[in-house]
């Protein structure tokens, strides 16, 4: 039986059974699967909704670490997990958008997983192991241009956050230094401050403790402002790239055929946990920027999404990425 056969009776089943469901979802622990390494980005924002999401749902929330292929094996395991509002789909613009420029995907990143709602985002920031010779962006760029035989950036696989970052870096400079995929961009982090690898094109809310714990050196944010969490550090169009702009944002998805009521409860739990001030001040620390309030719905993940999938694949067929 195909999986075409199998998504349409997992809808039917879905819509015989969803009011009674619907009406006492949730009635058993929740997983949220986040495709990378716990101890990442993903993992601690998805960690960070999860702890208030059992408030207001008043059942379990559990994350599952399902790694792999830039979170391509994450995201099909919840696309084929049952359409009951018990298994959510954690992502952001490499696994949801990117993945499907790069990939074979045999699902359909848009059509085929209900939104739920945006999360937040965050610019990228240029960091190095101290160990790098340099002190400012061009300086950084430069060191690049010289080394590239040798040098490293390390990733969360093909098509992660931080490698079409580091693609969309690399073109603009003209450099082809390799790539070192991880799990995630957490133990890249690790490796980093070890000097075991040379730059990560991170997210800030990953990098930005250990640049403030001066354990590794930050060049510059992927946005035209600066990062008020941290000051010193300058824009991109500052630094000499104007135009490197990279906002990573993250969203929660469920598998196709979800109902609509468990669709809004889900919704309804994340919204309170964006406006929870425990929340609202770990993102300031983490340099998240929380979505607008009419941001927060459904249909504005989906609308986002697909203006992305929009402005982002031609890039990266341009750069023809492979997997
Ligand atoms: C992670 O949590 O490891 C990141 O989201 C990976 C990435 O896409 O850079």
Known sequence: MNFRTLASIATLLAVFTAPGQAETFPSKPITIIVPF???????????????????????????????????????????????????????????????????????????????VALLGANPML?????????????????????????????????????????VFLQNLIGTNASYVPYRGTGPALQDLVAGQIDIIVDQASNSLPQVQAGTIRAYAVTDSKRLPALPDVPSVDEAGLPGFHVSLWSGM????????????????????????PAVQKRY?????????????????????????????????????VKP
């Open 284 to 320: 300031a620390e983490l340099g998240l920027e929380a979505p607008a309030e009419n941001q927060r719905t459904p249909e504005a993940l989906r609308a986002h999404q697909k203006a992305e999938v929009e402005k982002w694949w031609p890039v990266i067929k341009a750069a023809n």
């Open 126 to 166: 240029v960091v190095s192991k101290n160990a790098i010779p340099a002190k400012t962006f061009k300086e950084l760029i430069a060191w690049l241009k010289a080394n590239q035989a040798k040098a490293t950036l390390g990733t969360a696989g093909v098509g992660s956050g931080a490698h079409f970052s580091g």
């Open 37 to 115: 390494a716990a101890g990442g980005p993903s993992d601690v924002l998805a960690r960070a909704l999860a702890d208030k999401m059992r408030a207001t749902l008043k059942e379990t929330v559990v994350i599952e670490n399902v790694t792999g292929a830039a979170g391509t094996i994450g995201v099909t395991r919840a696309v084929r997990s049952p359409p009951d509002g018990y298994t959510l789909s954690f992502g952001h613009l490499g696994t949801h958008v990117v993945n499907g420029a790069i990939y074979p995907l045999p699902f359909d990143l848009v059509n085929d997983l209900d939104p």
């Open 253 to 276: 998805w469920a598998p196709k055929g979800t109902p609509k009521e468990v669709i809004a409860k889900l919704n309804e739990s994340i919204r309170a946990a964006l406006g929870d």
